[in-house]
């Protein structure tokens, strides 16, 4: 599954970087773009982790840069166990955006979000397309463990 992880990776990689390359040259830092009537495009800079939590820390991105080389590593050994192509390609995905986001931690000191939904009363931190590719590579992990696996057991057919 290398051959197939590690392009969608690198595919996730570029895409992030050239979005966040586009928004902080194109985008006022705290200016607020309406799109439409539930999204803005909005620059901002996270040095902390999801939800901006230890945001405060002067050491926050160096620790959050290790951990996230930490974890792709061990994503890239289970990349190499894996065995169907949903895995493959959801791992990939997770990889490319902790990679994604922690280059911007080395290069701003801080996560470059941009994207930011809002819809009856609720607003949805900003967020940028690592993030996305991360939380779609978790769903497409939880969706493989719960559903596919599970139906190969209720099928009869469990070969893992």
Do not use: C
């Not at 620059?43 to 945001?55: D, E, R």
């Amino acid at each position: 599954m290398l051959r197939l992880g590690l392009p969608v990776a690198f595919v996730v990689l570029v895409a992030d970087q050239l979005a966040k390359l586009w928004a902080v040259s194109a985008i006022g830092p705290g200016s607020r773009d309406a799109v439409t009537g539930f999204f803005n495009i909005v620059l901002t800079f996270n040095p902390g982790i999801s939800f901006s939590l230890f945001q405060n820390e002067a050491w926050g991105p160096w620790v959050f840069s290790i951990l996230a080389l930490v974890v792709v590593a061990v994503l890239i050994v289970w990349l190499r166990r894996a065995s169907s192509i949903w895995l493959g390609v959801a791992i990939g995905g997770i990889v490319g955006g902790a990679l994604g986001n922690t280059v911007d931690r080395m290069v701003y000191g801080a996560v470059v979000d941009f994207l930011d939904f809002h819809a009856m009363g609720y607003h949805w931190p900003a967020f940028n397309v690592a993030d996305s590719a991360i939380v779609t590579g978790v769903v497409m992990i939880l969706t493989e463990g719960l559903v596919f696996r599970g139906r190969k057991s209720v099928d009869g057919d469990d070969n893992s």
